[in-house]
């Protein structure tokens, strides 16, 4: 398995933006899909965003397209999640996993999960 480490997380205003990071301990990384998901109090586990391991293709939950963006750099062994525009139902703990599937918003399909980091977006 691979160890995912969350960080960036935040309390930010409404409108306002986050990058989070997840960093991998394995050089493996670069052939992962990598996925980010988010949990909210009460609610299951959601689909965020996804990228292939090359990069060269994303995937968007449509909550957030258009104001999140997904990026990887496998030198580093770290995948981001730029977040823009935020509001308060982007409040969650967001989680980032590795896939070894193709990109996908099933998180059935993820094997390695982060321990996640907090976003709060007041309104």
């Known amino acids: 398995q691979v160890q995912l480490v969350e960080s960036g997380g935040g309390l930010v205003q409404a409108g306002g933006s986050l990058r989070l990071s997840c960093v991998a301990s394995r050089r493996t990384f670069r052939s992962y899909t990598m996925g980010w998901f988010r949990q909210a109090p009460g609610k299951e586990r959601e689909f965020v965003a996804a990228?292939?391991?090359?990069?060269?293709?994303?995937y968007f939950a449509d909550s957030v397209k258009g104001r999140f963006t997904i990026s990887r750099e496998n030198a580093k062994n770290t995948v981001y999640l730029q977040m823009n525009s935020l509001k308060p139902e982007d409040t969650a703990v967001y989680y980032c996993a590795t896939s070894s599937r193709g990109l996908s918003g099933d998180n059935r399909l993820y094997e390695s999960w982060g321990q996640g980091t907090q976003v709060t977006v007041s309104s």
């Open positions: 990228i292939t391991w090359s990069g060269g293709r994303t």
